[in-house]
């Protein structure tokens, strides 16, 4: 299974942009998604969770502002970002496990989202 994270940008601050991740090479139903973002010098933050079944969490900085959503028939993951702050800038990774403590597959190479006047 391979992921391809895609739909970065440049956005403005305030702006809004949808972040795409794409499954390929095996079944999506299964796996939680979760997305993550990595700022300059910094560590690794969880951002966005979907269980299986559609269940959703969201950290702090993000609750409200941002929606994670999948569609299991497209194998495609969603994270759409709303009221964006030069904060969120990032690269932001998606990833797949089989629920809680399962191993996350290969890392793919993540989108860069940053926001900016």
């Known amino acids: 299974v391979q992921l391809q994270a895609f739909g970065g940008g440049l956005v403005q601050p305030g702006g809004s942009l949808r972040l795409s991740c794409a499954v390929s090479g095996g079944i999506f139903s299964p796996y939680t998604m979760d997305w993550y973002r990595q700022a300059p010098g910094k560590q690794r933050d969880l951002v966005a969770t979907?269980?299986?079944?559609?269940?959703?969490s969201y950290s702090d900085s993000v609750k409200g502002r941002f929606i994670i959503s999948r569609d299991n028939a497209k194998k495609m993951g969603y994270l759409q970002m709303s009221s964006l702050r030069p904060d969120d800038t990032a690269v932001y990774y998606c990833?797949?496990?089989?629920?809680?403590?399962?191993?996350?597959?290969?890392w793919g190479p993540g989108t860069q989202v940053t926001v900016s006047s």
């Open positions: 990833n797949i496990r089989l629920g809680p403590g399962g191993n996350y597959i290969d």
């Open positions: 979907i269980t299986n079944g559609g269940r959703t």
